[in-house]
Structure formats: C-alpha cells, structure tokens
C-alpha cells in the first residue's frame, strides 16, 4: 500500500481548487513547469536528484476517508471540493529532466501536464521533495568533487530531520557518496550502509584495549577503529597491539585532522600497518575535504555540512503555471518574474564533447550536432513509464549523473564562487 | 499501529551493540545526555522542539520480521545481535527539559537512563529529532519576537523534505506562529491551517478580476487576495471594486514591501477598505521582518528561511554517555570534550523575574529563591509519563513556551549577534 502523501500540501492548492471548479477553469489544459531562477550562492551548477521519490509518492497521492475528514476538520466542508478529491487520482503527463541530471538557471526539470485542477494540486510535494533532495545532492557533488577519488561516507542522520535523513541518504549516494550510516536508506534504497563505534562505546568500557578488543572479536580486524577518545598517539599504538597490522583502519574525529592525519600515518607504518586506512570525520564539508587533499587520507565521513546543503538547504525551485489552454502566461508585476510557455531544453556540447551551454526555449529547439535532449517523459496519462524498484530507479539516476558530469567543463569544480559553469540561452 | 521508526538508526549503534552484547558491557548502566556545546551565529537562546514528537515515535521503536529482515540482507548477520534486537522495547527512563524551554549552552535537555544497549539505539532518532525541530523552533521565535504582535504564518513546505515540512510547522506554532500553510500538519498536530491562493489562479483566468471574482465567490469577502501578479495598484483596486470594502486581506509576495505596503494600505484606505489587511510574504526572515515594524503590515507569511533555521538549519546537539556504572565519563583528547557524570540543571531568576542564569551541574544544585527545576520526568520504565495525544502536547509546549520566555531578559531579543543571552554556571 502506497503511502498516504495527499495532506504534505499546502491548503492554498486546495482553495485555488475550490475556486476553479466552481467557476469552470478548474478543467482548463494547463502546464506547470518547474525551474530554479537561479544557483544559490555562486554554486556552479545544480544536480536534479528527488524525481525518482516524487514519482514513488505520486500513486499515494490520494484523498481516502481519512484525508477528507481531516479537511473538513479543518474547515475544507465544500462538497464539489470534496466529492472531486474523492475521485482524483492524477491522470496527467510529467516530463522533466532524468534524475542525477545538472540543472542552471531556468532549466526546466520538471513539467507537468494535465488540468489545472490535478496540476495545481502536486505543487508542494513536487516542490518538497525536489527542493531538498536536489539541494542535498547539488552540495553533496561538490564534496564528491573535491575528495577525487578518495571515498566519502553519508553520515548526517543524527543532524537533520528522521526522514529527511533517509533521502539525503539516497541524494549523497546519487552523486558518488559510497556508503551512508542510514539503515533505512539501506532498506529503502539499497544505499550501502556502514559503520562502526562512537566515543561511547571507548568510554562504556574500563578502558580503551577492552573496547577495541570487544570491537574487533565481532566486526573482526577489517574494522575501523575510533582512536581519538583518550590520546591519540597511544590509541593508535592500542589498535594496532590489539588488531595487529592488519588493521582496517582508524577514525580521527576531532582535532587540527592534517596535522593529525599525517601523525596517525606516520606512526601506523611505523608499527607496520601500512594498509590501515585513516578515516576522518570531523564537521567536514567541500572546503574542508579539499583542505585534505595533501593529507594521507583514506576516506572523509561527512555529517552536517553534507545534510543541510553546505549553506544551501533548498535548492530554490519553483512550480509556475506557464501554460492555459495553449497561450503562454507568466507573472509580470515587479519582481520573480517568468517566461511563458512550455519549454525544451537542450544542452550544446564542443566536438570533444565538453557541455559548452544549456539551450532552453518556449520555441522548437532546432538539434546541432552535439546537442542532447534533456527532457524525457516520466508520467503518462497518470501511469509511470517506468517501473524500476526504488534501489533500481536509484542506482540509474547515480549512473546517468556519473556521466553527464563528466561533460562539464574544467571550471565547474572550482568551490570558489562564481557563474553558472553553463550559460542557459534561448535557441 | 504506531510507525516503525527503528531503522532511522546510524548502523554504529547496531554494530557497538552487537560488540557490546558479545563481550557482556550491554548491560551496563548508563546515562547518555542531549545538549549543544554552544548555539549557533550568535544566538542568544535556543528552543528545545521535538520532545513531543520523540515520544511518539518511541512506541514504534521496535525490530519486527522486516526490520530484521533488512538489517540481514544489509549484513548484520550476527544471531546474539538480531535475537536482542527482536525482544527489544525500550525498558528504560528519560527526563527532560518540559518542550518549548529555553536552553542555552550546556543545558541538559534530554536524559537517557539505561542498559547501554537500550540507550545507544536512540541516538539516532533522538538526535535527528531534536536538532532539526529546535533549529525551526530557534529562529521562528526570533521571528515571532521580531514581528512583535503582529501574526506569522508559516508556509514554508515547499522549501524543505516534504516530512520536515510537517515538523516545520509545528516547531513554528509551538513558539507563537498563529498558522501553517501545510495540512498533514493540521491533521496530526491541529496547527491552525491557512492559505488562499497563487500567481497561478489568476494567470489561470482570463483576467485578473474573474480571478478574484471566483475565489470570492468561494472563499467569501474575507479572503486575502494576491494582487501582484501584474500591477499592484490595479490588482488593488480591482479587488476593492470585487469584494467591496469589507474585503478580507491583500497579499504583496514581491517587489520592496516597506515602499509597496505603504502604497497599499494609502490607496486601500482611500478606497474605503480601511479594515483590509496587508500580508506580506516574499521571502521574509527575522530580519526583513523586524524592518518592517514601521510599515502598515497585518501580518507575515514566511517560507524559506523558516524551514531552513535562518542559517542555522541544524540546533548542534549530541547524544553523549557521561556515567557508565555510576561512574562519570567523558572525552579526554583534543577538541569536543564533554563534562562527566549525570546533570541537573535549574534556571536562576532575580526577585523581579528575569532570568539571570542557567546552573546546569553534576553535584546537587542547592535550591535557592527564584530557581526553577529544568528538568521533568518523560517516560518511567519505558512508559511514558504522559499520555496527551499529540496535539494537547503541542498545546502545552506552547504555553510553556510562552511562559518561560518572558523572563528572559531584554537583550535576549536583540537579532544581532551577541552571547548567549544567560551564562551556564556551576552549581
């Protein structure tokens, strides 16, 4: 049974409702597209990543018994609002942008077709789920970015919302993160699922040797060991007269973590664990991990930085009508203004296939060589055209992100601040 | 049948348990306490949220046939591990500060008295309840301050996961905003719920009078209308000539409010609606609000900043083992080191009233006049002390909310940034 999502909606989508079918216009033809006005804070480029879960929450998007007594609680008693939620189910069309894909100013990941009646009602979750699991994952690249090859682990469950948590999981792991702490991303999503010991389980004990003992007798000598409770010269010295120089590997939670870093691989190989790896983990984000570029680290466990976005918790997307039964509207007071019209988009590549701008336009996009559509169907007349689990649906997004990424050019991965690393022009 | 929450858990706290319950530690006695080393940017006080909604997820802390089933195919395998696991309910005590208290460095907001096996397990969802509800309720209650008597609303849903949108909204009505936008959350928690409409209704109508037209015709006079989609003074007085003066509200969502609410509540008056509310909403936060104290504003809908903490989007509280045995623990090396052994915490108060400190000790705190026990009794024995259904939680966290921040003294409302607005001292 589908989750019931039908009431994460704000109650204006249902007094438009309301409005709309008693007037007449509630059938209209319309187009909803969804787009962000801009990068947040001098970000170089978006990654589209909650399309996979808006599509999973669609089917339970549905007014049952309990939404409708909920609403008339609420004070929501007209009865043509009610009689038409009892029936609804969405029978539109969505396209969009595939999930993992990047996005700029103005691209159009997501467009919805349909009534206005059943468009308007997706509004909030569309823009929920897309808003927070793209600002996620948009962070979450650049820390994948900046650690190159070195392998980075989703660990921020205990600093943002239970279920938040899960699909930060899943947006880490979209972009490249390769394992996440969250067990219920592992069931959901198939996200592997590592992890370990806190300072807790060092202090449960009488002493350090006991907890590291206790450690490797069930999680055996691969594990890694958290060596900063006490000292961490001799914690390390501990782990590996414990462990032996099989080791997996030792975890620096605290502390000035180069300086650190560099002691901790010193003295490892110097008792002859040279294939222990060094862990870090303390308050990283993308700056941070850079910052450890010269440093001999193994991997980067990453919290709060990575699940509030890095200084960009929301990813600024908005749900605008663009289209009424065929003519172009748009907003034109002061201000947040749009561009009528439902739009292509394209992204225009160089002969060495580097992505050179993204075309986007309410006219037919004439094709070049080297251009690439962006826009594939997702939803039609109400059915999904795709029925991948959620792991499958997942591990698809975190393939076709792989790719397209590779298509940026150079000054993308800078952190610094700066422009779009993609100009969005018309066609 | 309460929601399985058991598997918002970190893997760690399976794998030092399954450690744990190997080498016979699990059974020791422990007591792990919730607090934030320091508050965020310069905040002078924080707002304990979450407590309620921690209790509720308790019950459905549980490893069923699933759940274990899950944990197996994401490899832990261990036998003694999962048979603990399939017997386990929480058996143990937490105490707490009372929801919608103030807390400052230090302050020992939430207790945990157990087996450490019991205790460890609700890391995780203690935490990730916690910091994410007392972010929002932070800085809704500076903006609540900032906007002085003036209402808020809260309708931020589509800015942040589509779940942490429901808390959002509770977290804001418990620390005094009048109403939220999202519906889920007046069905579980009866937030008062609100909304009218978007640009979208009125670009979906002909114009913007039939706009206007219809959602009087459905909503009554008393609705607020959006009158900025093409021409505020237009859109103002198209709405006076619709609704007639008794019309309800307008709303601006753009342009430079201070300047377009002046303009607003001069033209309304001259047309008569002298009793129309301005609302203003476009990406307001506490201190866009507080520049708005001289202008003709009725009330603020905020959205973006809300949801994300204000930049503060995570409150930075641990879960942290400081007595094992009766014993005090705590972290010894370099950086993130905690104080031992179980707290009791009092706030002090001057014989007018005002706060004046906050004792927070792992002695006995002797009572003086005007000190106020912090600390309540949450759950006895794994069962809860209270069994108020969520809603009459949400009601009393208010109250007390309301209560205890009018002893906070004046420069606790200062925006700027400052220290905390009361020291935490020792008994």
């Given at each position: 049974m589908p989750t019931a999502t039908a009431l994460l909606t704000?109650?204006?989508?249902?007094?438009?409702?309301?409005?709309?079918?008693?007037?007449?216009?509630?059938?209209?033809?319309?187009?909803?597209?969804?787009?962000?006005?801009?990068?947040?804070?001098?970000?170089?480029?978006?990654?589209?990543?909650?399309?996979g879960r808006l599509l999973e929450a669609l089917p339970g998007f549905r007014f049952g018994?309990d939404e409708?007594?909920a609403?008339?609680?609420?004070?929501?008693?007209?009865?043509?609002?009610?009689?038409?939620?009892?029936?609804?189910r969405?029978?539109?069309?969505?396209?969009?942008?595939?999930?993992?894909?990047?996005?700029?100013?103005?691209?159009?990941?997501?467009?919805?077709?349909?009534?206005?009646?059943?468009?308007?009602?997706?509004?909030?979750l569309?823009?929920s789920i897309?808003?927070?699991?793209?600002?996620?994952?948009?962070?979450?690249?650049?820390?994948?970015?900046?650690?190159?090859?070195?392998?980075?682990?989703?660990?921020?469950?205990?600093?943002?919302?239970e279920e938040a948590?899960v699909a930060?999981?899943?947006?880490?792991?979209?972009?490249?993160?390769?394992?996440?702490?969250?067990?219920e991303?592992?069931r959901r999503y198939?996200?592997?699922?590592?992890?370990?010991?806190?300072?807790?389980?060092?202090?449960?004990?009488?002493?350090?040797?006991?907890?590291?003992?206790?450690?490797?007798?069930?999680?055996?000598?691969?594990?890694?060991?958290?060596?900063?409770?006490?000292?961490?010269?001799?914690?390390?010295?501990?782990?590996?007269?414990?462990?032996?120089?099989?080791?997996?590997?030792?975890?620096?939670?605290?502390?000035?973590?180069?300086?650190?870093?560099?002691?901790?691989?010193?003295?490892?190989?110097?008792?002859?664990?040279?294939?222990?790896?060094?862990?870090?983990?303390?308050?990283?984000?993308?700056?941070?991990?850079?910052?450890?570029?010269?440093?001999?680290?193994?991997?980067?466990?990453?919290?709060?930085?990575?699940?509030?976005?890095?200084?960009?918790?929301?990813?600024?997307?908005?749900?605008?009508?663009?289209?009424?039964?065929?003519?172009?509207?748009?907003?034109?007071?002061?201000?947040?203004?749009?561009?009528?019209?439902?739009?292509?988009?394209?992204?225009?590549?160089?002969?060495?296939?580097?992505?050179?701008?993204?075309?986007?336009?309410?006219?037919?996009?004439?094709?070049?060589?080297?251009?690439?559509?962006?826009?594939?169907?997702?939803?039609?007349?109400?059915?999904?055209?795709?029925?991948?689990?959620p792991?499958?649906?997942?591990?698809?997004?975190?393939?076709?992100?792989?790719?397209?990424?590779?298509?940026?050019?150079?000054?993308?991965?800078?952190?610094?601040?700066?422009?779009?690393?993609?100009?969005?022009?018309?066609?």
């Amino acid at each position: 049974m589908p989750t019931a999502t039908a009431l994460l909606t704000d109650r204006y989508e249902l007094t438009m409702l309301a409005a709309a079918l008693a007037d007449g216009t509630a059938a209209r033809d319309c187009v909803f597209e969804v787009f962000a006005r801009r990068l947040p804070h001098g970000r170089r480029y978006g990654v589209l990543a909650g399309t996979g879960r808006l599509l999973e929450a669609l089917p339970g998007f549905r007014f049952g018994e309990d939404e409708l007594s909920a609403l008339r609680a609420q004070g929501l008693t007209d009865e043509r609002l009610l009689d038409w939620l009892a029936d609804f189910r969405f029978s539109g069309d969505i396209d969009g942008y595939a999930e993992g894909e990047l996005f700029f100013p103005g691209s159009p990941v997501l467009t919805v077709r349909a009534s206005f009646a059943e468009g308007v009602l997706l509004e909030t979750l569309a823009l929920s789920i897309l808003n927070h699991d793209s600002a996620i994952a948009s962070a979450a690249a650049r820390m994948v970015a900046a650690a190159c090859e070195r392998p980075c682990i989703e660990m921020g469950s205990r600093r943002t919302h239970e279920e938040a948590a899960v699909a930060a999981a899943r947006a880490a792991h979209l972009v490249g993160f390769g394992a996440s702490s969250n067990l219920e991303a592992g069931r959901r999503y198939g996200v592997p699922t590592t992890g370990t010991s806190a300072h807790a389980f060092t202090l449960l004990h009488d002493d350090e040797r006991a907890a590291f003992r206790a450690q490797i007798d069930t999680l055996g000598v691969g594990t890694t060991l958290l060596v900063d409770t006490y000292d961490v010269e001799q914690g390390i010295r501990t782990a590996v007269e414990v462990a032996g120089p099989e080791l997996g590997g030792i975890r620096l939670d605290s502390g000035d973590l180069p300086t650190l870093a560099a002691r901790a691989r010193q003295l490892l190989d110097s008792l002859g664990a040279t294939r222990t790896r060094v862990i870090v983990t303390s308050d990283l984000d993308e700056y941070a991990i850079a910052g450890l570029m010269a440093a001999p680290v193994d991997g980067y466990g990453v919290g709060t930085s990575l699940v509030t976005g890095s200084g960009a918790p929301t990813a600024g997307m908005v749900y605008k009508l663009v289209e009424r039964d065929g003519v172009p509207v748009a907003k034109r007071s002061e201000g947040k203004n749009s561009v009528g019209g439902r739009k292509s988009a394209v992204r225009r590549h160089a002969a060495d296939g580097t992505a050179t701008a993204e075309v986007v336009s309410s006219s037919p996009i004439l094709p070049s060589d080297g251009d690439r559509d962006l826009v594939v169907p997702l939803v039609r007349d109400g059915e999904l055209c795709d029925h991948a689990s959620p792991a499958q649906a997942l591990r698809t997004a975190r393939d076709h992100h792989a790719r397209v990424r590779e298509a940026l050019p150079a000054e993308a991965w800078a952190l610094s601040r700066g422009e779009p690393a993609l100009e969005t022009v018309p066609a």
